[in-house]
């Protein structure tokens, strides 16, 4: 069986090494480094960058309290950069060496179809002509440039060149205030810039559970981040402070003066040159239309990730792109979409699973909700980390959890246990009659739970 993957971001060099793994001749096409956007100018960097900022969140405020005493710290953004880019490095040399320990032909270079079983390689003038039984596109997503008078401005970015800037600017202005606007809100502010978020919606990361939003909502603007809700940008101008947001919203016009502006509202998915109209792959608007088995129209063509236009995180392309090669192989594959975890990397972190209070109650729910904050937590005290709360959404039926919201610390890392829960079906008395060890973070999850009940031990009667 010859599988031929379009992309080797984190859905196909995952879809290309479970293919391998399952026995199929695999070849891998790509026309940058393997990783992907998610490797190379997205989760990693900015996840560097976000811990930097932290740390020295902590070093000028937290480490006097625990008896640390410095003084002088400042940020050396050199060789931030610097570690930055050793670790993309190193991350793309260890995805280059699993594609050649399983024996995956990876050819560089840009890939379109000639025909339903033939991909034309493109590498500056040479061409190859890679054969297939089967085909996977992965060829994932770009920032959205929306048509905005003085878009192209120079100053005016996106967050692929947000990452890599050569100083920490003295003012940004950031267009959109979902996870990446946040994210880079978060790290700029930090390091000493002047950051304005600018949102359309009436909250920033509007897709997340409101209560969770609420303490990074609170943190942010006691950073000194401006935030501007069910606010539009009509055009961005220069001005004397180098460039002018301009913008309205119900309480009248508004302009921000910033150094740079940043475009962050979201992505599209890569598929103009894939010659896709050629072979009869049907799209909508960009994106490839796929069934429930990660199938185009054209049957042994599949499409995994940000480019079928699905829900654009790198966890969910992985899973596809595994599921499909599965379904290839013949394989009787599973995935649950109910279960992808959402993250936010600030201080404090965000992270969501299932569905959101309001989500279950359109849906016709009777709910019961279980809220515990997290200065209620030991460990969370011990570390000077205390803002937050962990928040159950349940059926009030059956006990059986609808959801689980975190913001605090390590929520990206123990929301696997939600994510578990909803996997398994698993119901409230089920997490309240699991041990949790003492001290720990994840305490809080035990207390959120019997709270569901109003029985949870360490929260005061009202």
């Known amino acids: 069986m010859k599988i031929a993957i379009l992309g080797g971001g984190p859905g196909g060099y995952v879809a290309a090494i479970r293919a391998a793994q399952l026995g199929a001749e695999v070849t891998l096409i790509e026309k940058d480094k393997v990783g992907g956007t998610c490797l190379n100018r997205g989760c990693i960097p900015t996840k560097v960058l976000l811990h930097t900022s932290v740390e020295m969140e902590n070093v000028n405020k937290e480490f006097k309290e625990i008896g640390i005493d410095i003084?002088?710290?400042?940020?050396?953004?050199?060789?931030?950069?610097?570690?930055?880019?050793?670790?993309?490095?190193?991350?793309?040399?260890?995805?280059d060496n699993l594609l050649k320990s399983n024996k995956v032909t990876k050819i560089s270079g840009e890939g379109s179809f000639k025909s339903k079983n033939e991909i034309i390689v493109k590498n500056g003038g040479s061409e190859t002509i890679v054969d297939f039984d089967?085909?996977?596109?992965?060829?994932?997503?770009?920032?959205?440039?929306?048509?905005?008078?003085?878009?192209?401005?120079?100053?005016?970015?996106?967050?692929?060149?947000?990452?890599?800037?050569?100083?920490?600017?003295?003012?940004?202005?950031?267009?959109?205030?979902?996870?990446?606007?946040?994210?880079?809100?978060?790290?700029?502010?930090?390091?000493?810039?002047?950051?304005?978020?600018?949102?359309?919606?009436?909250?920033?990361?509007?897709?997340?559970?409101?209560?969770?939003?609420?303490?990074?909502?609170?943190?942010?603007?006691?950073?000194g981040?401006?935030?501007?809700?069910?606010?539009?940008?009509?055009?961005?101008?220069?001005?004397?402070?180098?460039?002018?947001?301009?913008?309205?919203?119900?309480?009248g016009e508004l302009s921000i003066t910033a150094e740079k502006?940043?475009?962050?509202?979201?992505?599209?998915?890569?598929?103009?040159?894939?010659?896709?109209?050629?072979?009869?792959?049907?799209?909508?608007?960009?994106?490839i239309l796929v069934n429930k088995n990660m199938q185009t129209n054209i049957d042994n063509i599949f499409a995994v990730g940000d480019c079928n236009g699905g829900v654009m995180l790198a966890h969910v392309a992985s899973a596809e792109g595994t599921f499909a090669v599965e379904k290839i192989m013949n394989k009787k594959p599973q995935i649950d979409f109910k279960t992808i975890p959402y993250c936010v990397y600030t201080k404090p972190e965000l992270a969501g699973v299932g569905m959101t209070e309001e989500q279950a109650k359109e849906k016709g729910y009777d709910i019961k909700v279980g809220i515990a904050?997290?200065?209620?937590?030991?460990?969370?005290?011990?570390?000077?980390?205390?803002?937050?709360?962990?928040?159950?959404?349940?059926?009030?039926?059956?006990?059986?959890?609808?959801?689980?919201?975190?913001?605090?610390?390590?929520?990206?890392?123990?929301?696997?246990?939600?994510?578990?829960?909803?996997?398994?079906?698993?119901?409230?008395?089920?997490?309240?009659?699991?041990?949790?060890?003492?001290?720990?973070?994840?305490?809080?999850?035990?207390?959120?739970?019997?709270?569901?009940?109003?029985?949870?031990?360490?929260?005061?009667?009202?």
Request: with cysteine; aromatic share 2%; net charge negative.
């Open 373 to 462: 904050p997290m200065f209620i937590n030991g460990k969370s005290m011990i570390e000077s980390d205390t803002d937050g709360i962990a928040k159950y959404i349940t059926d009030a039926a059956t006990g059986e959890i609808l959801g689980l919201h975190m913001a605090g610390p390590r929520a990206t890392d123990l929301i696997v246990e939600g994510a578990l829960a909803i996997r398994l079906e698993a119901t409230v008395d089920e997490i309240t009659s699991t041990i949790h060890a003492h001290p720990t973070v994840g305490e809080i999850l035990h207390e959120a739970a019997h709270a569901v009940h109003g029985q949870a031990i360490h929260i005061p009667k009202k």
């Open 134 to 223: 089967y085909a996977v596109i992965a060829t994932g997503s770009i920032p959205v440039i929306i048509p905005l008078p003085g878009v192209n401005l120079p100053g005016v970015i996106t967050s692929d060149e947000v990452l890599s800037l050569s100083e920490v600017p003295k003012s940004m202005a950031i267009i959109g205030g979902g996870v990446i606007g946040t994210e880079i809100a978060s790290v700029y502010s930090t390091l000493g810039c002047k950051v304005s978020i600018v949102e359309m919606l009436p909250n920033i990361v509007a897709n997340m559970d409101k209560d969770i939003v609420q303490p990074l909502k609170e943190k942010l603007i006691k950073s």
């Open 71 to 95: 003084t002088g710290a400042v940020i050396n953004w050199k060789q931030l950069q610097s570690r930055k880019d050793k670790i993309i490095r190193k991350l793309v040399a260890g995805v």
């Open 225 to 251: 981040v401006d935030i501007y809700l069910n606010t539009k940008v009509v055009s961005i101008s220069e001005s004397t402070e180098g460039l002018m947001l301009n913008a309205t919203s119900e309480q």
């Open 261 to 287: 502006v940043l475009l962050s509202i979201g992505r599209k998915p890569v598929t103009e040159n894939l010659n896709l109209d050629n072979i009869g792959v049907k799209t909508d608007r960009g994106r």
